[in-house]
């Protein structure tokens, strides 16, 4: 079983849409969530840490269940500057391997 | 510059050749890492190195696989006898001992013919 799995899409939406990606990892001792954000042909940025409590960034919405051992991303008011994939990533302790799915397609149209 | 940089940008090799690719961290980062990433696929961990500690080595696809890291300096990846599958983008990666984010270099994209 993969670490960390997430559906690949591609989600297409319009303009403004509110969009969910949703992401599941294999251990529960994992102790560290992030979603990246990566453009085509381009490196992996971070977009934002994913908190026990849940947290927000904007427009951008990430929560974590431990007991269902899932992480949310949800993004409101799409804009085509949003189009990019998405990845999830899991790190079990702070400094050693960090296991990333496969990302989630997201293209935002006019 | 204040990122992670990787060189070179781009190498088209021959199979069977050997190459070398080198990624500079972020000055003060203890933690480096390499990934590859196949075109359309996800990231693939190879290796990490953490400080002066021994290297996670797991996730090397092979013994023709190799990288060194001196300290927190510079990290090179290299790749004996080169094959077509090899090709990829190699990604670098490095991050603090206080932080649990990775801040990625710019990648070297490798054809192998």
């Known amino acids: 079983r993969k670490e960390v799995e997430q559906d690949p899409g591609p989600f297409n939406v319009p303009e403004g849409a509110t969009v969910a990606f949703n992401c599941t990892y294999s251990?529960?001792?994992?102790?560290?969530f992030f979603w990246y954000r990566q453009d085509c042909r381009k490196e992996p940025k971070l977009l934002m840490s994913?908190?026990?409590s849940g947290n927000e960034d904007g427009r951008f919405t990430a929560q974590l269940n431990r007991a269902s051992q899932y992480i949310s991303l949800l993004i409101r008011d799409s804009k085509l500057s949003d189009s990019a994939t998405y990845l999830c990533v899991v790190a079990r302790n702070t400094g050693n391997q960090f296991y990333f799915g496969t990302g989630t397609s997201l293209t935002v149209i006019p | 510059g204040a990122g992670v940089s990787q060189s070179p940008s781009n190498k088209v090799t021959e199979k069977g050749k050997d190459v070398e690719l080198r990624c500079d961290p972020i000055?003060?980062?203890?933690?480096l890492y390499w990934y590859r990433q196949r075109l359309g696929q996800g990231l693939e961990f190879l290796i990490y190195f953490q400080g002066n500690s021994a290297p996670d080595k797991s996730g090397l696809p092979s013994d023709r696989f190799s990288a060194e890291r001196t300290g927190e300096s510079v990290s090179t990846l290299t790749i004996q006898r080169t094959q077509q599958e090899d090709s990829a983008v190699y990604l670098c990666a490095t991050g603090g001992q206080r932080t649990d984010t990775q801040y990625f270099g710019p990648g070297t994209r490798l054809t192998v013919l």
């Open positions: 994913v908190y026990s």
């Open positions: 251990n529960s001792a994992s102790q560290s």
């Open positions: 000055s003060g980062h203890t933690a």
